[in-house]
């Protein structure tokens, strides 16, 4: 299947799918930390960039990386483009994206999605957030065009550079069930 072909049959789902060269994969339900943790932050994020061109997202909003062919279904992304805004169904241009983990497979899940988002000209942070340890790890593009990771332990605020947010554990962490 090609991904022209996977959004056209993905519009006509009841549950949603990723693509991955070729290959579709069910998505698992969802948990409620997973869900109180996304609402937290995209409330966050909307409230903060609200005024400004660039919107907050959620996780039905499909994330379409060309360079690796995949289509995703990011907890939270942040675009300032007027052609995702032109898009009513993909993004493809994001300045933040963001996933929310669980802690099983949580590290490979992440690396390897990572690893697909790196791709696009347009991110500049990938956070993955571990629900079970509260950690976040955030992969930050420097200008210089490298990588650098950036931890965040469980109490800690985490900066978000692309958006210039730093947003309190208290809030990011609210009402999350342990």
Not at 48 to 75: F, I, K, N, Q, W
Request: neutral net charge; contains cysteine; hydrophobic residues 50%.
């Amino acid at each position: 299947m090609s991904a022209a072909n996977f959004l056209v049959w993905e519009l006509r789902q009841t549950l949603k799918h990723e693509f991955l060269r070729g290959e579709v994969f069910a998505l698992t339900g969802a948990s409620q930390a997973r869900v109180a943790l996304a609402l937290n932050l995209a409330m966050a994020l909307r409230q903060h960039l609200r005024g400004s061109p660039c919107r907050t997202l959620v996780s039905d909003m499909m994330l379409g990386v060309e360079a690796a062919d995949a289509c995703l279904y990011p907890e939270v992304m942040v675009t300032c483009s007027a052609a995702d805004a032109a898009d009513r169904l993909v993004t493809r241009e994001p300045v933040l994206v963001v996933e929310v983990l669980p802690a099983a497979g949580a590290a490979r899940q992440a690396g390897d999605k990572f690893g697909l988002c790196r791709t696009l000209p347009t991110l500049r942070e990938y956070l993955h957030i571990d629900t079970g340890t509260r950690r976040c790890e955030l992969q930050r593009k420097g200008d210089d065009g490298a990588w650098v990771r950036h931890a965040f332990e469980p109490g800690q605020a985490v900066r978000l550079a692309s958006v210039g947010l730093v947003l309190s554990a208290a809030a990011l962490w609210d009402k999350v069930p342990a």
